[in-house]
Structures are given as C-alpha cells and as structure tokens.
C-alpha cells in the first residue's frame, strides 16, 4: 500500500523528512520508525481493518503512525485537540476500537476500546482490504458529519511526482488539507515543518527559519470538501469570483444548478447520514453554482440563502466580494430577522484597518455599488475583535 | 438625551447622504424627511438606516432596541417620516427600557 512511498523514502534518505520543535527527522528516520511502530501494533494486536482512534497533531510519531497504520489497512480516525469537545461523540461515532493518544512531547499511549466496529461501510472497506481515514465535517451549520474514505483512491493520486515543497503544516492533522499536505510533501521527497502553535508569527517564524516554499492556507484559494478532497482552482483574474476548478481525477457537472464532483478519491459514504451521491457515483455538494464556460461562480448552499423582501441572497458572494475590500481579513455573512423586509443581510467583520463602523459602512456601499445588487449590500455590518473563522478555519455561521 | 439621540440620527444621516442622490436634509433638523411622503430613502434604504441607528443607540446608550418592529410599522403615525419623529420615537423606547429593567 505504501511501498511507492518507502521507495520515495529510500531515495531521500538522508534528507529531511520533518521538522519539529526545531529538530529534523530524515527519511532514514521515519522508514525505520514505520517499522518500529509495526512492531508495537503487533505487539497490541491491533488488526488489519480496525478503526484507531489517532489523538495528535503533527509529529515525528504522528506521521510515522499514521502511515504504519496505512500499510496495516487499518480506518484511521485522526482527531486533533481543535475538537476537544466533541470527542467523545466522535469516538462514538466512528466506532473506534483502539485509541492511541500521542502527547506534546511525541510519546504515544494505547487503548484498547470496549468496541466493535460493524457500521455496513466498515465492511465494504475491509472487504476490500484497503486502509480508511474518518474525516469529520466540521459543518458550518448542524451536526458534523463523519466520512469514510477509502485511502487507496486518495493515495493514487500522490503516485505522480509532482514538485518537492517544503510545506509548513498550518492545516490540521484531522482535517482534508493536512492529510493532503502531509502525504503531498512525503511523495515527493519534500520536508513537512510542523508548527507547534498555527498563530501568523509562529508560521511566518517557521516559514523564515525552514525555508517553507508553500503554505497551505485552506479557505481562500481551494474548493475543498473533505468528501472528495482539494480541487485546484483558478481564478478568472485577482479580483474575480468565477473560478475555475477540477484538475486530475476530478470531473464538475452541474445538475439542476447544483454542483456534482466526481472524484477519484471519493469517499464510501457517511457513518452518520445519508448517501450525498447520486445514482451514477457523482459526489452532491449543495453548492449553487453559476456556469461561464469553464469558469463557475459558487454561490453557496440553498440553505443558507437570505431573503431579503423576496430577493435571494447567497452568503458567500457577499463574503467574496467583501474579501476584496482593503483590510477586511475575515467576513461571515448571514440572514437575520426583519420585520421591515424579512431578512436582512448581516456581515460580522475582521477588519484590519483603523476605521470606525460608520466609516468602514460607507466605504463598504461605495465599494460595492457597481458590483452586488442593492439588496445584496449588507444591511447591517458588524465589527468583530475575534477572527469570523473557527479553530478549524470554517466559517462560524451561528 | 434628546439632544444625543438627534445627533446621533444627524451622524448617520451625513454617513447616508454620501451615497444618496436625493439626499436627507440635515439642514432642516427634526423636520428633514426619512422615508414615505417626501421621504429619500426607499424600503432597502431605511431597512439600512434603521439597523445603523440602532446599533448606535446600542453603543451609545448600552440599551438594545428594536426600531423596526411591528409596533413601530403599526403606528398611526410612521416613526420613520422624519428625523424628529425618529427620535421621539427612541427615547420612547429608551423610556420605557430603562422603566422595565428597573
């Protein structure tokens, strides 16, 4: 399963593999800790197909382990302290029969879990006999959503070399763009600089210090979707909100205005919820999408539309076109209650610059004139001290 | 109180004349019209000033109100015809805040 990674491995072997608390691991390092961390499952009889529950962020061992229990073809649940409080529910969720918790200081600890893991999915993925990772959505609005993936489809793609990178790890260990930063870097012989806390001088320290040539920032740039993974997106020019988004193993079809992704590493479905794919395998997002050719501009979920005295309003193109603004780090916008239209547009904003909310409104109205229509521009705007997104770089809606 | 609540009406009132084409006219104090008869704003206008207002009267006053609430849309008299009118119209509401919580 992970014999084109150790080949990677070999080749690079006395190169950095990780860097962490200031201390490089090379390659030679991380293929004998693989080994070293076979031995300790063996030792736990944690068999092939068994859900493990992985408490960690990166590390030396967080990394070793989770690509050991790849070649076991175990489900690998990751979850990271950003979820501390649903924890327990996600355990229970995802059905974990081992737990192994691995500290600050990158020691690792076991527990076997009164469990079994029967969940149907479950028995498809073994039935295949391919590894499993369990990534929550963290979901802008209702309950997280566990999904089960099956890791050889993710795997494929980082079978083609790409550019070596040295790639800070500001995403999540338990998040879709921290797997795939992870496994992206390691395929391709680069260096994965972990950063013990994700504030910007931490990052930008580590950046300076380790030569970071990319920083994987999530919510901007890339339509990612932990069900299908990270498309690569283009934008139409820097200031546009048509896109355009696929690339290798993903195909877009829009049905009914609503986008479908086809993905090579398609997930098996949700513990938790209902099927989001269609009849022919096409993965569902909810996303509202507008068609130019091949550029698409996304106007979010259904859900989440404002109507304002009966005119629809999608959140996100207010967000994208207030992003554009000066000085504006961070907006979510929502609907509230209004008995004068129904509901009004309410933008909650992180702004960077010295400007009193009477100020920044007016620059706002004058900013969007020629680009939102009249409803569409908020009609009530709120300054936030605290960032708009969540430890887990989703908007908060609620 | 009076007196600060106009200002504060006054405040937004210039804030909404930079994108107005019809502008309100300050310069006519209480008497400057909002919105219905001779009113510049239109419905999205004053759903945009109201929800202005009130935050101010919030940070202002440290006291929550609802401008445009069906009491206010049930009134003989629109409290939104004219910057005086508006301002009668919250310190009513400031009144009669301060009076329930005590």
């Known amino acids: 399963m992970i014999e084109f990674l150790l080949k990677v491995f070999d080749e690079n072997k006395n190169d950095d593999a990780i860097i962490w608390r200031d201390q490089p691991f090379a390659y030679s390092w991380l293929t004998e800790r693989i080994s070293a961390w076979q031995i300790a499952l063996d030792k736990e009889q944690v068999q092939a197909g068994s859900v493990v529950i992985l408490e960690a962020d990166f590390s030396p061992n967080a990394i070793a382990l989770f690509l050991a229990l790849i070649e076991r073809n175990c489900v690998i649940v990751p979850l990271t302290k950003s979820i501390a409080a649903k924890k327990a529910d996600f355990m229970e969720i995802a059905e974990g029969e081992v737990r192994i918790a691995i500290d600050d200081e990158d020691a690792a600890a076991f527990e076997k879990l009164p469990r079994q893991a029967t969940h149907p999915l479950y028995a498809i993925l073994r039935g295949r006999r391919h590894p499993g990772l369990i990534l929550f959505s963290s979901g802008s609005t209702g309950k997280s959503k566990a999904a089960l993936h099956d890791l050889t489809g993710i795997l494929e793609k980082f079978k083609v070399c790409r550019n070596r990178q040295r790639a800070i790890t500001f995403l999540l260990y338990d998040h879709i763009g921290g797997v795939n930063t992870m496994l992206y870097t390691l395929s391709n012989g680069g260096c994965i600089i972990t950063v013990q806390e994700r504030t910007p001088e931490k990052v930008l320290e580590a950046a300076q210090k380790y030569h970071a040539t990319l920083l994987p920032t999530s919510p901007k740039q890339t339509y990612g979707l932990s069900e299908v993974g990270i498309l690569r997106s283009k934008s139409k020019s820097s200031d546009s909100l048509w896109v355009k988004i696929g690339g290798e193993g993903f195909e877009t079809r829009i049905v009914d205005g609503i986008l479908h992704i086809k993905a090579q590493s398609a997930m098996l479905g949700y513990l938790n919820a209902p099927s989001p794919f269609s009849e022919d395998g096409w993965f569902i997002t909810g996303d509202e999408v507008q068609v130019d050719g091949d550029y698409y501009r996304i106007l979010g979920r259904r859900s989440e539309l404002i109507n304002v005295g009966g005119e629809k309003v999608y959140p996100a193109e207010v967000e994208s076109t207030l992003l554009l603004m000066e000085g504006v780090d961070d907006v979510v916008v929502t609907g509230e209650t209004n008995q004068l239209s129904g509901q009004i547009v309410v933008a909650k904003i992180n702004l960077s610059t010295a400007e009193n909310l009477m100020q920044f409104r007016q620059r706002m109205r004058q900013f969007c004139k020629d680009k939102l229509a009249k409803y569409k521009i908020p009609q009530k705007v709120i300054l936030l001290d605290q960032p708009a997104y969540s430890q887990r770089f989703k908007k908060m809606r609620l | ?102």
């Open chain 2, 1 to 102: 109180m009076e007196q600060k609540i106009l200002d504060l009406i006054f405040q937004i009132a210039n804030e909404f004349n930079e994108q107005l084409e019809n502008k309100i006219a300050i310069h006519q104090g209480r008497e400057a019209h909002l919105y219905g008869r001779n009113g510049v704003l239109d419905s999205l206008g004053l759903v945009s000033f109201v929800m202005a207002v009130e935050q101010s009267v919030e940070s202002e006053f440290s006291v929550a109100v609802t401008l445009a609430d069906e009491k206010a849309l049930s009134q003989q008299n629109s409290p939104f015809q004219t910057i005086g009118s508006l301002a009668d119209y919250i310190k009513k509401l400031i009144e009669e805040a301060s009076r329930t919580s005590g």
